[in-house]
C-alpha cells in the first residue's frame, strides 16, 4: 500500500507541474491580436495570394507582437472568388474577432471585401489592390500600393516616349475591375500624349483561347499591344501572339510579376514588359534588407522556390505598416487604428518609403520591369 | 477582314473545335450506354493532364509515354468513380446518379488543389507540334494540323469498337435496355466499367491535347472545357458520337468567329454556348443528328 500511495502521489505532482508548465507562458503572455487575413490561396491567381502570404510570414517574424501581444494571422482562403472573399471577411472578423484585415490582393475581391470592414469599422490594408474605387469614399479601405490612374499614366508614357508606341492595341479582360480601369487610365493618357488606340479587344478571366483577339489586333496594324491582364492571361497571349506571327511589344501591368508568366510563357514572353511595384535591385533601408536576407534563407532552405516578388514586398507591408499603426494608436479599437493608419507617414516599408494619402492610398514610385533571359529584369523607375 | 484573315480565323474555330469535339464524345459515349450526364468529365480531363505532366515533366518520359501512361491511369480512374459513385445508384432514379455526377465533380476539384496544390502549372509542349507552318500571312500550329488527326484516328478506333466488336454490340444492346441486357447474360457491370474506362482515356487524351495548345493546368482547368464540351454533345445529339463531334466543330467555330466579326461581344463568348444550349433545348432537343430511340 505505501508503494501504491507514493505512486499516486507522485503522479499528483507530476500531473501539477505539467499543468504549471502548460499554463506558465500563457499565463505570463497576453492573448494575441487577432489580424485576419484574404488571401486568393488557390484559383485563377493563387499565386498573387500565396506570394503575399509568404511575405507577411516573413513580416511577422521580424515584428512579431504589438501593445506587448503576439500578433496572430488568420488566414481565409477567397479562392479568387468575390463571394468567398466576402464569406472569409465575415468569418474573420465576427468569428475570430480579427482587429484588422489584410488582403484581399486583386481589386475585385477588395472591392467585396472593403463594405464589411467599413460597416464593422476596422481597418482593411489591401497588399496589392490597384483599382482607385477599392478605398474611394471610405474611411476604413488602405492599401500600400500605388494606384491605377498613376500606373496607367506610367505604361502610356513607357510606351510613347520610350517604345516610340503610336498605335496601340489594348485586351482587356472585362471580368476584373482592375484589368477594366487600368486599360481605362493607359487609354486616357495614350491618347492625350497624341496616340491612337487602333484595336480594343476583350477576353474573360480564364479564357484560354485568344487567337481570335490576336487576329482582330494583327490587322489593325498597332505597333503596340498593351494587356493589362492578370498572369496566367498573360502567359497564354504572350504564346499566342507568338504563333499567330504577331511581333509587336507586349506592355502589361503589375498583375504580371508572377514566376507563372515565365514557366507558362516560355520564350514568349521574352521582352515582356511591364509596370511593377518593386524589384529587389531598388531596395533601401534596413526593414528591406533584413526582409531580402530572410527571404534568401527561406530560398536556400528550400521552403519557396521563386525570387523575390512585389507581392512579397506588399504583403510584407501590409503587415509591417499594420504593426507600426497598432503601436501609436496604442489599442486596437477600430477608430483609433483607423486614425493611426491615417497617420502614417514616411514609414520605411520593404517596398520603399509609405506614405498613406488623402484616400487611404499610398503614394509611390513605379518600376518598369522586362523579363530577360527567364528572369524579371529592371528597367527603369518612374515617379510620380 | 480579308480572305487570309479570315481563312486563318476558321483555322483557329476549327482547332478549337476539334478539342471540344474530342472531350464531347466522351460525354456522348457515357450517356448513349447509362443516360447519366457524367458531370466530372471535366475534371478526369483535369486528372488526366496531370498524370501526363508528372509523367514528362517530373519523371522525363517521352511525351507519346506520358499520353499512354495518362490514358491508362485515367480509365483506371474512370472505372473506380463508377464502381464507388455510379454503381451503388444504377437503380435509383436518374436524377441522383446526376447529382452524384455533380458531387464527384467538386470531389476531384477539391482533391486536386489540395494534391497539385492552387497554383497554374507549365504543360510541355513537344518539339513536334512546336512548328509554325506559313501560307502567306496564315500561320498554324504544327499541333493544330495533328489533333485532328489523332481526333480522327480516335474516333476511327471508337467506332470499330462499337460497331465491329462484342463489347460494342454489349454496349449497343444496353443503350436500349439494362434490364433486358442482363437477363440474357451479359455482365453489365463490366460493360458499363470499360465505357467509363473508354470514356475517361478519351478524357485524357482530349485533356493532355488540351493543355498542350493552352499550356498551363491547374485543378480547375476542367470545368470550362467540360461544360463547353457538354453543350457540343447536347449540340450534335447527345448520345450520337459524330454528332458530338460535329457540335464540337459548330461551337468552336461560333465562337472564335464571335470574337472576330464582333471584338465588342468577345466578353459574352461563354454566355454564347449556353445560349446555343438553350436554343437547341428549346427547339430541337434531339440535337443535329440525334434521333429519338425506339421505345
Known amino acids: ?384 | 477582314m480579308d480572305g487570309a484573315q479570315l481563312t486563318q480565323q476558321i483555322i483557329n474555330g476549327l482547332t478549337l473545335g476539334c478539342l471540344y469535339g474530342l472531350i464531347a464524345i466522351g460525354y456522348t459515349l457515357v450517356y448513349g450506354i447509362l443516360r447519366l450526364i457524367n458531370f466530372a468529365h471535366g475534371d478526369v480531363l483535369m486528372v488526366g493532364c496531370y498524370m501526363a505532366w508528372f509523367g514528362a515533366v517530373q519523371f522525363g518520359l517521352p511525351w507519346w509515354a506520358a499520353l499512354m501512361g495518362s490514358m491508362l491511369l485515367t480509365a483506371l480512374l474512370g472505372v473506380l468513380i463508377d464502381q464507388g459513385a455510379y454503381r451503388p445508384l444504377r437503380r435509383a432514379p436518374r436524377i441522383s446518379a446526376l447529382i452524384t455526377a455533380i458531387g464527384v465533380s467538386f470531389f476531384l476539384e477539391n482533391l486536386g488543389l489540395v494534391v497539385f496544390g492552387g497554383r497554374p502549372k507549365a504543360f510541355l509542349r513537344p518539339e513536334v507540334f512546336n512548328h509554325i507552318y506559313q501560307w502567306g500571312s496564315v500561320r498554324v500550329l504544327s499541333l493544330s494540323v495533328w489533333t485532328p488527326i489523332i481526333t480522327g484516328l480516335i474516333l476511327a478506333g471508337l467506332l470499330i469498337i462499337i460497331y465491329r466488336t462484342r463489347l460494342g454490340m454489349a454496349m449497343r444492346a444496353l443503350s436500349r435496355d439494362l434490364v433486358t441486357v442482363r437477363l440474357m447474360g451479359i455482365d453489365t457491370n463490366r460493360v458499363v466499367a470499360a465505357t467509363f474506362a473508354i470514356g475517361s482515356a478519351l478524357a485524357a487524351a482530349g485533356g493532355v491535347l488540351w493543355a498542350m495548345k493552352y499550356p498551363q493546368i491547374n485543378p480547375l482547368m476542367g470545368v470550362l472545357p467540360g461544360l463547353k464540351a457538354f453543350v457540343a454533345a447536347v449540340l450534335g445529339g447527345i448520345g450520337n458520337v459524330a454528332g458530338a463531334m460535329i457540335g464540337g466543330l459548330l461551337l468552336g467555330l461560333a465562337e472564335i468567329l464571335l470574337v472576330a466579326w464582333l471584338p465588342e461581344l468577345a466578353g459574352y463568348r461563354d454566355a454564347l454556348a449556353f445560349v446555343l444550349l438553350i436554343g437547341i433545348l428549346l427547339f430541337k432537343p434531339t440535337g443535329i443528328i440525334g434521333e429519338e430511340l425506339p421505345e
Not at chain 1, 227 to 243: F, G, H, S
Request: aromatic share 6%; charged share 15%.
Open chain 1, 1 to 384: 500500500m505505501p508503494g501504491c500511495l507514493g505512486v499516486r502521489a507522485l503522479r499528483l505532482a507530476l500531473a501539477a507541474l505539467l499543468c504549471l508548465l502548460a499554463a506558465g507562458p500563457a499565463a505570463a503572455q497576453a492573448p494575441p491580436i487577432v489580424v485576419g487575413v484574404v488571401l486568393p490561396m488557390t484559383g485563377p491567381v493563387a499565386a498573387y495570394g500565396q506570394m503575399c502570404w509568404i511575405g507577411m510570414q516573413i513580416a511577422q517574424q521580424m515584428q512579431p507582437s504589438a501593445l506587448g501581444r503576439p500578433l496572430k494571422l488568420v488566414l481565409a482562403d477567397n479562392k479568387s472568388d468575390n463571394v468567398e472573399a466576402a464569406n472569409a471577411t465575415s468569418r474573420l472578423l465576427k468569428k475570430e474577432q480579427a482587429v484588422a484585415i489584410l488582403g484581399p490582393a486583386t481589386s475585385g475581391r477588395a472591392l467585396a471585401v472593403a463594405p464589411l470592414a467599413e460597416q464593422a469599422q476596422r481597418p482593411m490594408i489591401s497588399p496589392t489592390a490597384t483599382n482607385p474605387l477599392v478605398t474611394q469614399g471610405r474611411k476604413y479601405a488602405f492599401r500600400v500600393c500605388f494606384i491605377d490612374p498613376f500606373q496607367g499614366q506610367v505604361a502610356a508614357r513607357y510606351a510613347y516616349r520610350h517604345l516610340k508606341a503610336r498605335r496601340a492595341a489594348v485586351l482587356i479582360d472585362v471580368a476584373q475591375d482592375y484589368c477594366v480601369g487600368l486599360a481605362a487610365f493607359f487609354m486616357r493618357e495614350f491618347t492625350l500624349l497624341g496616340g491612337q488606340i487602333a484595336a480594343q479587344v476583350k477576353c474573360n478571366t480564364g479564357d484560354q483561347d485568344f487567337s481570335a483577339q490576336l487576329g482582330t489586333v494583327k490587322q489593325s496594324g498597332a505597333d503596340i499591344l498593351y494587356l493589362p491582364n492578370y498572369y496566367t492571361e498573360d502567359a497564354l497571349v504572350a504564346r499566342q501572339a507568338r504563333e499567330l506571327g504577331l511581333k509587336i511589344p507586349l506592355l502589361s501591368g503589375d498583375g504580371a510579376q508572377a514566376p507563372e508568366l515565365i514557366k507558362i510563357g516560355g520564350p514568349a514572353v521574352e521582352g515582356f514588359t511591364f509596370t511593377a511595384h518593386f524589384h529587389p535591385a531598388g531596395v533601401q533601408g534596413q526593414r528591406a534588407a533584413q526582409f531580402l536576407r530572410r527571404y534568401e534563407q527561406m530560398k536556400k532552405a528550400g521552403q519557396v522556390k521563386e525570387d523575390l516578388t512585389g507581392f512579397h514586398a506588399l504583403g510584407a507591408d501590409s503587415y509591417l505598416v499594420l504593426a507600426d499603426a497598432l503601436a501609436r494608436a496604442g489599442t486596437t479599437e477600430g477608430p483609433k487604428l483607423r486614425a493611426a493608419l491615417a497617420a502614417t507617414r514616411g514609414f520605411a516599408g520593404v517596398s520603399g518609403a509609405i506614405n498613406i494619402g488623402p484616400d487611404g492610398n499610398a503614394v509611390k514610385s513605379a518600376v518598369l520591369l522586362k523579363v530577360k533571359k527567364g528572369k524579371f529584369d529592371y528597367v527603369t523607375t518612374m515617379n510620380p
